[in-house]
């Protein structure tokens, strides 16, 4: 059994069929072979799986597939590219805010969606909406300075 | 200076063991043991293998043709359970299908029968008079454990390491003051955000493997022993890891995925959940009992511990992680007398094996805690105390090792600067909170088997490639081999390349662990750029017309003193007299003298400084790290911001173990908490509100430009500083982690208001 979706996945439409239980983040990895998005706790702790669906952060990995059908999804292959990804790029490596580089996608897309939202640069304020984010490579301090710096910033 | 696979990180390309995809590749899934210690009477695959999408499935009886065990210290551990059944979790069935989904419903098609023993899932009941033996049969040595002879095992004890210098009992009995104490530390997960994930791949009786490993050619040299090959049939590639932590040390899934592939036929891939990385390796819990004896004047005069840790099931690297944890025991001081016995203990329980700062992390805060009572019941000042005792640069550390190259004290009182050491200690607003802070000095043995060859290959454009066998996981070799070579020939960071990995093509390096990298494989680095400098200077010097002293090497171009320059690739194109050819230097780092045992080094000494500021909340027992400081102490530091992030990653794991991060084993041996649902690693919450990293450089290390490793220290010593932030606040404890449950039933007991 499959169902039919019809999505906007980095500004390109597919249309196809998805089994129902599949998760968001095998069919990016293994179906579309956008491997930019990471697989690591399995159950919406650690963040690294974060895309956005519709402008809003979700853990793929307990996400369906089948859900995303009539929605825009954004992967790092997406943000990539774009003036928001630019500057963040600028920033993180400024700050050597990567490491092992494997929590970072998550980093940049939950980023890019607090920005959207209209967070702006209080430190405190930017730990606690990243509390779905997990590092272990950097201690984070790298990481916070890099993000209160971008969402600081005018847009 | 750009970190040099940093953009491809920030694109989401950068290429990770489970983003690759080979043709034909088959997914596997392992079943696990659901019992800690039993026979398998029978096993089922049947109606498993008559699935849709099922290829091959493999258990004990596909492996007959081999002599079937690894290990590099106790070759003790199955490729997958044979007959028996040690740990819950344990692999007893492999399948490999065409899907990941398809591989895992097979796995539990699969019938396994069970006859269960006795269990051992603890210390106590390992080391219990008639214990149920995990191991029958005294295991092999492995080849690669560095430890000399082995002593013979004792029951569940598999390894023991002890040593004795001076009259410990004149010590304790001419001493003014003795604290004693038992002590435990708690087994925790490393926790890469990459799990433990393995491609293998025959074709045509070679094997390839992918692995997320950090020591390339020791799998290398397991798996060709395994499976009966010569070490060149056999390739390990290395992509980039998503974190290592000492958790992807030595090998793991690499003989469970290459023996399912050969079966199968076709390349295999298997990628741990984290339950299941969680059950392939651990940090070692232990258990410790430990006296310190001083002086009035606060001399130190005698250490006595006894150490046993929980190897779990299998070997793994216990017997090191168990010597270095008692070289640990007595910490940096000039001691009249010291003696120790340390302990590998199976258990019934998942494997144990290297973890970030071993033995260290393990023993500091518990010889550090003790020197702090000592100091508090003399009336002499914590920071003095380390003043008058710590060994200074040149003294003996450990009779015919290395003597001490770092300047302990001065690291000290950096890191206890920097957390306001000697200021009044600011109160809290609140009556129930109580201030404190702790410093604590350790050292850590690194540098492991010294042996790290190196290639620069310069081509006629004047580009630069490095095969080094450091594994990139995270911590930025790529970044720092790349300095180093370019630092040498005078070449622009941007046109040297350092490339992944690949047994085939890289050659040898013993390992990417103990701190080893940039001092080790970065010297081979460096010799391998100067015989690369030593051809472009030759040619130089007969095209200039300029003894080779008077030439240098600067971007990208040898000078010499009047203002003439060749540039490299004009200096390669005169070499082999046409636009083609290429200078490959070799570089190459063993013992200077004698075996290069770990009794005989180490290669450098790596401190493990820090101090920490914390707040107690007297009501609830929560332990808030209001501030730290690290030392790196690293001779050279030839990239800061990495050395920077080095100690900031582990003061934040440092926090985890110290505060929160436990892994709770069952009776009947199950691990409990075998998620993030419900073991907790630090976030961005657990930063302290001032996090300061000190580096360190009296150019005073063996490596490159003078310089030493790093990494590992900070993890030692935070959670030593915060035991001690915590005792000076009035709440000493003795079991880590410090949960609020624990520090509050602690207070309760001290009858603290």
Request: hydrophobic residues 40%; negative net charge.
């Amino acid at each position: 059994m499959t169902i039919s979706i019809s999505a906007t996945i980095n500004g390109a439409s597919f249309t196809g069929d998805v089994p129902p239980e599949e998760l968001l983040l095998d069919f990016l990895r293994d179906r579309l072979g956008l491997t930019g998005t990471k697989q690591s706790c399995e159950v919406q702790v650690c963040g690294v799986c974060t895309v956005l669906v519709d402008g809003n952060p979700v853990s793929s990995c307990c996400f369906l597939a089948a859900d995303i059908d009539g929605r825009e999804v954004e992967t790092i292959e997406g943000l990539a590219g774009s003036d928001f990804h630019r500057r963040a790029a600028d920033v993180f490596m400024r700050h050597a805010a990567v490491q092992c580089g494997f929590c970072t996608s998550g980093m940049l897309l939950t980023a890019k969606a607090l920005a959207g939202r209209g967070l702006r640069g209080d430190r405190d304020e930017i730990a606690a909406a990243m509390s779905g984010n997990l590092c272990r490579c950097t201690g984070y301090r790298s990481i916070l300075d890099s993000l209160t710096e971008i969402l600081g910033d005018d847009q | 200076m750009e970190r040099a696979d940093g953009r491809l990180k920030l694109a989401g390309q950068a290429e990770f063991t489970g983003d690759i995809r080979l043709p034909g590749m088959l997914y596997g899934a392992v079943l696990h043991s659901p019992v800690a210690h039993a026979r398998i009477s029978s096993i089922d695959t049947s109606a498993a293998g008559k699935l849709d999408g099922v290829a091959a499935i493999l258990t004990a009886e596909d492996l007959s043709d081999l002599d079937p065990y690894y290990g590099h210290a106790l070759r003790d551990r199955p490729i997958v359970a044979i007959g028996k059944v040690r740990f819950t979790g344990e692999p007893v069935a492999v399948v490999a299908a065409e899907s990941q989904a398809a591989a895992d419903f097979a796995v539990t098609r699969i019938t396994v029968e069970y006859d269960e023993l006795p269990i051992a899932a603890s210390l106590d009941q390992a080391l219990a008079k008639e214990a149920p033996l995990v191991h029958e049969e005294v295991s092999r040595p492995g080849s690669a454990h560095g430890l000399g002879a082995l002593p013979d095992a004792e029951g569940n004890v598999c390894y023991s390491y002890s040593f004795r210098r001076g009259d410990v009992d004149r010590a304790f009995a001419e001493a003014a003051v003795v604290v004693e104490g038992e002590y435990a530390f708690p087994a925790v997960y490393q926790y890469s955000m990459e799990t433990h994930t393995t491609i293998a791949h025959w074709h045509g009786g070679e094997l390839t493997l992918w692995s997320s490993c950090q020591h390339p050619f020791l799998v290398r040299q397991e798996i060709a022993a395994l499976f009966g090959l010569p070490l060149d049939l056999v390739q390990v590639i290395v992509p980039f890891l998503g974190g290592g932590f000492g958790s992807k040390s030595y090998t793991k899934m690499e003989p469970l995925t290459a023996a399912i592939a050969r079966k199968a036929g076709r390349p295999v891939r298997i990628l741990n959940g984290v339950h299941e990385s969680m059950i392939t390796t651990r940090r070692h819990n232990m258990s410790c009992r430990m006296r310190t004896a001083a002086a009035a004047d606060g001399t130190v005069l005698g250490r006595t511990a006894e150490a046993w840790l929980d190897t779990g099931a299998y070997a793994d690297n216990g017997p090191r992680v168990t010597a270095t944890a008692g070289d640990a025991a007595p910490g940096p001081y000039r001691w009249q007398a010291v003696q120790v016995q340390a302990h590998c203990v199976y258990t019934n329980t998942g494997p144990a094996g290297s973890y970030r700062a071993f033995g260290a992390t393990h023993l500091q805060w518990i010889g550090e805690s003790q020197l702090d009572e000592v100091a508090r019941r003399l009336g002499v000042d914590r920071l003095e105390i380390r003043r008058r005792n710590l060994l200074r640069p040149g003294e003996e550390v450990r009779p015919g090792g290395k003597p001490l190259d770092a300047d302990l004290i001065g690291d000290v009182e950096k890191a206890a600067g920097a957390i306001g050491w000697g200021e009044p200690q600011a109160r809290s607003a609140e009556k129930n909170k109580r201030r404190g802070r702790g410093v604590s000095v350790g050292l850590l043995a690194a540098g492991a088997h010294p042996v790290s060859m190196a290639t620069v290959r310069m081509g006629p454009d004047g580009s630069v490639t490095v095969l080094v066998g450091t594994t990139e996981l995270g911590q930025g070799a790529r970044t720092v081999m790349a300095q180093i070579a370019a630092g040498v020939l005078g070449s622009p960071v941007s046109k040297v390349v350092v490339r992944g990995t690949d047994t085939r093509y890289t050659p040898y390096d013993r390992s990417t662990g103990a701190s080893r990298s940039t001092t080790v494989a970065g010297l081979a680095v460096q010799r391998a750029a100067q015989n690369v400098l030593d051809a472009l200077l030759e040619t130089a010097a007969a095209r200039l017309e300029a003894p080779p002293q008077l030439l240098t090497p600067a971007d990208g171009a040898i000078h010499d003193q009047g203002g003439r320059s060749m540039t490299h690739a004009e200096l390669v194109r005169a070499r082999f007299g046409f636009d083609g050819g290429e200078l490959i230097g070799h570089g190459r780092v063993q013992p200077e003298g004698g075996s290069g045992s770990y009794a005989e080094g180490p290669v450098f000494w790596e401190v493990c400084v820090a101090g920490a500021e914390v707040e107690v909340d007297t009501e609830t027992g929560v332990v808030t790290v209001l501030r730290t400081s690290t030392v790196a102490d690293v001779g050279r530091a030839i990239n800061p911001q990495l050395v920077a992030r080095q100690d900031e990653g582990a003061t934040l794991q440092g926090i985890g173990n110290a505060l929160f991060e436990e892994m709770h084993f069952a009776p009947d041996g199950m691990l409990l908490n075998d998620t993030l649902l419900s073991y907790r690693i630090p976030a961005f919450r657990d930063i302290p509100a001032a996090m300061q990293c000190s580096i360190v450089e009296n150019g005073d290390g063996p490596g490159p430009f003078g310089a030493k490793g790093c990494g590992e220290g900070a993890l030692a010593a935070i959670p030593a500083a915060v035991v001690n932030a915590l005792a000076d606040a009035g709440v000493p404890m003795n079991t880590l982690p410090l949960t609020p449950e624990r520090v509050w039933r602690r207070i309760q007991e001290l009858g603290t208001s």
